[in-house]
């Protein structure tokens, strides 16, 4: 739902689930359905007993490995450009430095 009215009924506003938990409505963060079968089939990785789910043919399971390769191989790469970046800025710095120019550096005379 997006909007405060469905059916001509005003909907309430529900609070964050943080908000409940530090007023002491609800015991602690959410716990899955589905954390004891993962602890039980998988050890407790969430990772591996997707892995085993695609292994054994789960088209959902599949998909959700697939996604989450691209996005793994998406951050690295935006990890490798922005470390990139950096060196290109701290080549630039040094190049300043050695022609006593530095950033931020005031010789008082």
């Known amino acids: 739902l997006t909007t405060d009215r469905?059916?001509?009924?005003?909907?309430?506003?529900?609070?964050?689930?943080?908000?409940?938990?530090?007023?002491?409505?609800?015991?602690?963060?959410?716990?899955?359905?589905?954390?004891?079968?993962?602890?039980?089939?998988?050890?407790?990785?969430?990772?591996?007993?997707?892995?085993?789910?695609?292994?054994?043919?789960?088209?959902?399971?599949?998909?959700?490995?697939?996604?989450?390769s691209r996005r793994k191989a998406e951050a690295e790469e935006k990890e490798r450009i922005i470390l990139e970046q950096r060196g290109k800025i701290s080549d630039k710095q040094s190049e300043c430095n050695n022609e006593g120019g530095g950033f931020g550096r005031h010789e008082s005379r």
């Open 6 to 68: 469905y059916s001509g009924i005003a909907l309430p506003h529900l609070p964050k689930r943080d908000v409940l938990v530090s007023a002491g409505y609800l015991d602690g963060p959410r716990r899955s359905a589905l954390t004891p079968l993962v602890e039980e089939q998988a050890g407790g990785d969430a990772e591996i007993f997707l892995q085993k789910l695609a292994d054994e043919g789960n088209v959902a399971a599949k998909a959700a490995m697939d996604e989450r």
